[in-house]
């Protein structure tokens, strides 16, 4: 069977990179998460002190090296994984990752590293802009107040304790952010399978999606 690629978009907080990374397990494929590989971007600006809101001030992608390896994000060879979860990197990463040059740069990458591969690859815009002819395209969305709920439950574990309150906040514009931007803005890819996760646990997801991709292996080794 030839490469299977898997496409999985949604706003923040709706389980995209823990999901996605369950299934890949689950049927030994690669998974890559698209929002660390920006967030990479966003702390090694923040680190080197550049003008954030200078899209000219990015040229150092063309000499950093940014890869996603085993659940695991590494800039410049070291893993980041943690680093790049700090609350500076998430609140400037749409910023950053709203600049085309950011973008091309970003998208090229990622489309390389699916080559010749089964991958499954979240974000914001894969199956609208990065992997447009995605094999399965799932678009995950949750109530604002669920998303919150996690992103809440992920702070208490790393030890930031921000009221609720604050973060629903945070989650909607967050998601006006990401929605209106001009380059590559969260959007439902057409084709794309809508996927409500309010009501669901992670497992019940993973199995959904599990049984999407056996089907369209079916149709696929069909034709």
């Known amino acids: 069977m030839k490469e299977f690629h898997v496409a999985i978009d949604g706003p923040a907080g709706s389980g995209k990179s823990t999901i ?71 609140k400037n990463v749409s910023l950053v990752s709203s600049f085309p040059y950011v973008r091309k740069k970003m998208v090229d990458l990622q489309r390389k590293a699916t080559e010749g591969i089964n991958v499954v690859m979240d974000g914001r815009d894969i199956g609208t802009v990065v992997l447009p002819n995605a094999n399965l395209k799932v678009f995950l969305t949750a109530n604002v107040e669920e998303r919150a709920k996690r992103r809440y439950e992920e702070n208490l574990l790393k030890g930031v304790n921000k009221d609720i309150r604050e973060v629903i906040e945070e989650i909607k514009i967050r998601d006006k952010k990401d929605s209106t931007r001009e380059e590559s803005p969260l959007k439902k890819a057409e084709d794309a399978i809508v996927l409500d996760t309010t009501y669901l646990t992670i497992e019940q997801v993973v199995e959904k999606i599990i049984i999407l991709i056996e089907k369209k292996e079916i149709e696929k080794d069909g034709n």
Do not use: C, P, Q
């Open 20 to 90: 996605s990374s369950l299934v890949a397990k689950r049927l030994n494929w690669t998974h890559i998460d698209t929002g660390a590989m920006y967030r990479a971007v966003t702390l090694w600006a923040i680190n080197n002190k550049i003008n954030l809101n200078n899209e000219d001030e990015y040229t150092f992608l063309d000499k950093i090296k940014i890869s996603y390896v085993n659940d695991k994000i590494y800039l410049e060879g070291k893993n980041v994984s943690k680093d790049i979860r700090s609350e500076e990197v998430t």
